[in-house]
């Protein structure tokens, strides 16, 4: 079978031959370059480097868009940012445009030579392939405003269509309906998101408390922290079946804290009514936990803090140089690491949160960290197995509001479009596109 760069050599050459024909007519030579043409530009690339790409996230939204479509898409890991190769089609071109995302439209030449370049073993690279637009859902509040949850941000802004369930369709088995899973800044101990020393007068913490306290008893349960333990488990068995779980902020160690104290009550009076169980922290099981271990729970309710799982309080950065490093994995023998750790720069700008940050001491040995700050000894983004499915912990609210407070103005992703802190979001978006390989690592 000829090459294609050996096809493209035939096409040169008969392109030549046919200009030096005077006999031919115009509309004859027309025909033969549209022709040449057509059959050479077979791919659109979005370049995902710095200087490449106008728009990083929206064309997040372009490749799962194309994946809906029910075509597959590539993914070169480590080349140009991350890039993503596309079958050209005059629709796609025309939906990058709209959407005011970069593209280049590649000879089957061209993306041969991108390609083989990539199966080097010289170089750390490799090309994933996106078989299926993944069924996107959201754990959230029904009233919640999105614009307080970067995730719900992120896949508004990049137009990837998700939807919005909470804990009477969690505790219903709908978990089973998707490929991959976001925890809203969430509080699964029952313990209000821990704002009761400063909010416990504000009226929107006495509507909100009522509100979860009016839920858990119309789905059975006495407790909200009971109720939130139910939801917890069955996001614990969404994941070992074989699903993907994403988290940020509160929601990272408070779904491991409330796992783990499973039969234990960790909660105050003024959460749920009665004393805490004496001696609770030495009940913990931290073996059903995902990420860490050995962590010991803040137990007076007028500190803004679960656990010493996360660093926030023990932070000693200036907003100036707070920045954390992306790891660098080997792209051929760990491409789903790779793949999470996907941007056109390694280093990506702090943020703050309830739970900014993880103390490495008490991360399990299993768990792979994606970025660091090492001047603080902290983890920002974890990644791990549990049974058959997988989950990343995201330290930290908002990308681009370093200190997210309650009533702050929503952050304009227009004014972002080349974050790489929602970048890392967007990669996990995609992950459960890629055609699985059994990670090395």
Known sequence: ?????????????????????????????????????????SYVLIPMDADGQQNHLKAYGITYWTLSKD????WLLNYRGGSFLLPDTEYIRKECTIRGVSYEVLSDAETNEILEEISSPSQNM?????????????????????????????????????????????????????????LHHEDFTGQYGKFYATYRAAPWYIREKAAAEKLANELGYSKVSQEKLAVALKIRDYVVGGGFMFAMCSATDSFEIAIAAEGVDVCEPMFDGDPSEPGYQSKIDYS????????????????????????????RIPKTTDYFTLMDFSAKWDPIPTMLCQNHTALVKGFMGQTTAYNPNEIKSNVLVLGENKTNSEARYIHGIKGKGFFTFYGGHDPEDYTH?????????????????????LNNVLFPAAKKKKQKT
């Not at 075509?71 to 590539?74: A, I, M, N, R």
């Not at 069924?135 to 509040?141: C, D, L």
């Not at 952050?411 to 929602?422: A, D, I, R, V, W």
Request: aromatic residues 14%; positive net charge; hydrophobic residues 40%.
């Open 1 to 41: 079978m000829m090459t294609t760069k050996y096809l493209s050599k035939i096409t040169q050459i008969f392109k030549s031959f046919v200009l030096q024909q005077r006999w031919l007519r115009p509309g004859v030579v027309i025909l033969v370059f549209l022709f040449t043409f057509q059959s050479y530009a």
């Open 71 to 74: 075509l597959k898409v590539k």
């Open 126 to 182: 490799e090309a994933v392939v996106l078989e299926k637009a993944p069924k996107i859902a959201v754990y959230s509040p029904k009233g919640n405003q999105p614009w307080d949850d970067a995730v719900t941000m992120v896949l508004t802004f990049a137009e990837i269509p998700y939807k919005t369930i909470y804990d009477k369709e969690v505790l219903e088995d709908n978990l089973i309906l998707y490929d991959w899973l976001h």
């Open 288 to 315: 059903k936990t995902f990420a860490f271990k050995n962590f010991t729970l803040e137990r007076s309710p007028n500190v803004y803090e679960f656990s010493s799982i996360d660093m926030t309080r023990k932070r």
């Open 405 to 425: 407070r309650v009533g702050d103005p929503k952050t304009e992703l227009e004014l972002h479009p080349n974050s790489p802190g929602y970048r890392l979001i």
